[in-house]
């Protein structure tokens, strides 16, 4: 079965423009959470998605957001892009059923900003 | 607040030594305890525990989850160099989908 998928894999941008990343959860998966990790604040929680709604939302301000897709996939957007917003942004997709369940981690995209 | 405490944040070893890794937690209505593996790309997978479920084994490495104390530890046996890695802890809470996530060991293993 393949893994989490995520697109692009590496992005550079400039100050001010907006970015939307991309990602395909394990087949039957419903669930997808995005992450941002970078070296001073390690993981942080984005929000995460289910049967394309939004349940969970981290402390992120607005310029953050994302959906998911009737399919599963999400995108991620991140608007008015700052130099802070370079981060491996991180995709985990989870097979809810019942009771306790794994996050699958995808490849993350390596977001740049100058 | 939520949070999640790993120690020691990095560790060097030589081949064939054992290390044991540390995370402690306060995390509101616990639910689960998962432990990964990240290498130069995404974290891996590698345990998850719950209340039932407090003891894990896989080859070399081993868990467990100690509820009255909040805690867990990661155990590494005869370490190869190919386990040099950023071991992260994360926990599950009350909010659905979310994961609450240590700053991770950087265990560095010699040949």
């Known amino acids: 079965k393949a893994g989490v998928t995520q697109t692009p894999r590496y992005l550079i941008k400039t100050r001010g423009q907006q970015v939307t990343l991309s990602c395909s959860p394990i087949?039957?998966?419903?669930?997808v959470s995005w992450y941002q990790q970078t070296p001073g604040q390690g993981l942080q929680f984005l929000f995460e998605y289910f049967s394309e709604t939004q349940r969970n939302k981290g402390n992120f301000p607005g310029r953050f957001s994302g959906r998911q897709f009737s399919n599963s996939r999400s995108e991620m957007n991140v608007s008015t892009l700052e130099l802070g917003d370079s981060a491996l942004y991180l995709c985990?997709?989870?097979?809810?059923?019942?009771?306790?369940?794994?996050?699958?981690f995808g490849p993350g995209t390596r977001l740049t900003v100058t | 607040e939520d949070k999640v405490v790993q120690s020691p944040l990095s560790l060097v070893v030589h081949e064939g030594d054992t290390v044991t890794l540390n995370c402690s937690y306060e995390?509101?209505?616990?639910?689960?305890l998962l432990w990964y593996k990240q290498e130069k790309k995404a974290p891996t997978f590698l345990f998850m525990l719950?209340?039932?479920?407090i003891e894990k084994k896989s080859g070399r490495l081993s868990s467990i989850l100690d509820k009255k104390e909040l805690s867990s530890i990661l155990n590494i046996t005869a370490t190869q160099t190919g386990d040099s890695a950023i071991y992260l802890c994360a926990v599950r809470g009350s909010t659905l989908g979310r994961l609450y996530f240590g700053r991770g060991t950087q265990l560095t293993v010699w040949p």
């Open positions: 995390v509101t209505n616990f639910r689960s």
């Open positions: 087949s039957g998966h419903r669930s």
């Open positions: 719950t209340s039932s479920g």
């Open positions: 985990a997709s989870s097979l809810v059923l019942a009771g306790e369940y794994e996050q699958y």
